[in-house]
């Protein structure tokens, strides 16, 4: 079934991102990493000053990972930014610098799962891959389905309506697959779908069935007291410092006040009243990781 009304819609509604139209496939790659799990509205302006700062993946390759850990900045799992510098370094040295354009090769990049594969190689090589992303999976639930979401986890019926659903011709599957994306990100949201606005109101499934309600409640990620807090304060610290902090300085506020680069993130870390077990576990997790490092003058970013 082709549903061209969320085509002639998308030609007509789509945001208007620096990461579509004239960009990089670097910019394109750049932009679905960061992407991940975070808004546009906090993605576009450290990607805007990421292209302009690190242009090509040579430029990247090269930067050094406190430089990299710094500039992504607050956009959320620090780790996304070392998967693309380690990505970046293997474009250098396998691809001779160019992004790779097939879904195979894009796979083998460090950080690249099969989403971001799928999606690179439509909107950057305008290949006929079957991108599912969540917004495109929550279309697919409501309009084809008649459910309120799709299941909890990505299945293999799933992938295979969407494969069902991509047009034959090749440049008409990359409109479709930024269409689907594009009207599940703007109007079939999760919580409060713009059904009147829909183009294909009177084709949904789910609004035929009366709109039944999800079989499953959806649970956000808790932010507040978690371990991964505590992780997003201690990197704070870090990137606001460029000497080491001595760990005295995460433990105890009064000794905070003698790092004056870093005072203000020191004081949003101990505002949290860790405990020191979970502090403990955080700074243990972020040297595991590779997000830190501890040398003898205390907690650093990796070089």
Same mark, same amino acid.
């Given at each position: 079934?082709?549903?061209?009304?969320?085509?002639?819609?998308?030609?007509?509604?789509?945001?208007?991102?620096?990461?579509?139209?004239?960009?990089?496939?670097?910019?394109?790659?750049?932009?679905?990493?960061?992407?991940?799990?975070?808004?546009?509205?906090?993605?576009?302006?450290?990607?805007?000053?990421?292209?302009?700062?690190?242009?090509?993946?040579?430029?990247?390759?090269?930067?050094?990972?406190?430089?990299?850990?710094?500039?992504?900045?607050?956009?959320?799992?620090?780790?996304?930014?070392?998967?693309?510098?380690?990505?970046?370094?293997?474009?250098?040295?396998?691809?001779?610098?160019?992004?790779?354009?097939?879904?195979?090769?894009?796979?083998?990049?460090?950080?690249?799962?099969?989403?971001?594969?799928?999606?690179?190689?439509?909107?950057?090589?305008?290949?006929?891959?079957?991108?599912?992303?969540?917004?495109?999976?929550?279309?697919?639930?409501?309009?084809?389905?008649?459910?309120?979401?799709?299941?909890?986890?990505?299945?293999?019926?799933?992938?295979?309506?969407?494969?069902?659903? $991509?047009?034959? @011709?090749? *440049?008409?599957?990359? !409109?479709?697959?930024?269409?689907?994306? /594009? #009207? +599940?990100? %703007?109007?079939?949201?999760?919580?409060?779908?713009?059904?009147?606005?829909?183009?294909?109101?009177?084709?949904?499934?789910?609004?035929?069935?009366?709109?039944?309600?999800?079989?499953?409640?959806?649970?956000?990620?808790?932010?507040?007291?978690?371990?991964?807090?505590?992780?997003?304060?201690?990197?704070?610290?870090?990137?606001?410092?460029?000497?080491?902090?001595?760990?005295? $300085?995460?433990? @105890?506020? *009064?000794?905070?006040? !003698?790092?004056?680069?870093?005072?203000? /993130? #020191? +004081?949003? %870390?101990?505002?949290?009243?860790?405990?020191?077990?979970?502090?403990?576990?955080?700074?243990?997790?972020?040297?595991?990781?590779?997000?830190?490092?501890?040398?003898?003058?205390?907690?650093?970013?990796?070089?």
């Amino acid at each position: 079934m082709v549903y061209t009304e969320i085509q002639e819609w998308f030609k007509r509604e789509a945001r208007d991102l620096p990461w579509r139209g004239d960009c990089s496939a670097w910019g394109i790659l750049v932009s679905e990493i960061m992407l991940q799990q975070t808004p546009v509205v906090r993605v576009q302006p450290v990607w805007e000053e990421w292209l302009g700062r690190w242009p090509t993946p040579a430029d990247f390759a090269a930067a050094p990972a406190a430089d990299v850990l710094r500039a992504w900045g607050k956009l959320g799992y620090p780790r996304r930014a070392l998967r693309l510098h380690a990505a970046a370094m293997e474009i250098v040295e396998k691809h001779r610098g160019a992004v790779p354009d097939t879904y195979d090769e894009l796979l083998e990049l460090p950080g690249v799962g099969t989403y971001t594969a799928a999606a690179v190689a439509a909107f950057a090589f305008g290949r006929r891959t079957t991108v599912v992303d969540t917004n495109i999976r929550r279309v697919h639930a409501r309009l084809v389905i008649g459910q309120a979401l799709p299941a909890p986890a990505l299945t293999a019926a799933e992938m295979a309506l969407a494969a069902d659903l $991509l047009p034959e @011709d090749v *440049a008409e599957s990359v !409109l479709w697959n930024a269409s689907v994306m /594009e #009207l +599940g990100a %703007l109007l079939c949201t999760a919580r409060s779908p713009k059904c009147a606005d829909c183009p294909v109101l009177e084709k949904c499934a789910w609004i035929a069935a009366g709109q039944p309600e999800p079989t499953y409640i959806p649970k956000g990620q808790p932010w507040a007291g978690t371990d991964r807090q505590v992780r997003g304060a201690v990197m704070a610290v870090l990137r606001a410092s460029a000497s080491p902090i001595h760990a005295d $300085l995460l433990w @105890d506020p *009064a000794a905070a006040a !003698l790092h004056a680069e870093a005072a203000p /993130e #020191l +004081g949003k %870390l101990h505002d949290l009243n860790t405990h020191a077990p979970q502090l403990q576990r955080a700074l243990a997790g972020l040297v595991s990781d590779g997000l830190a490092q501890l040398t003898d003058s205390g907690y650093r970013l990796p070089a």
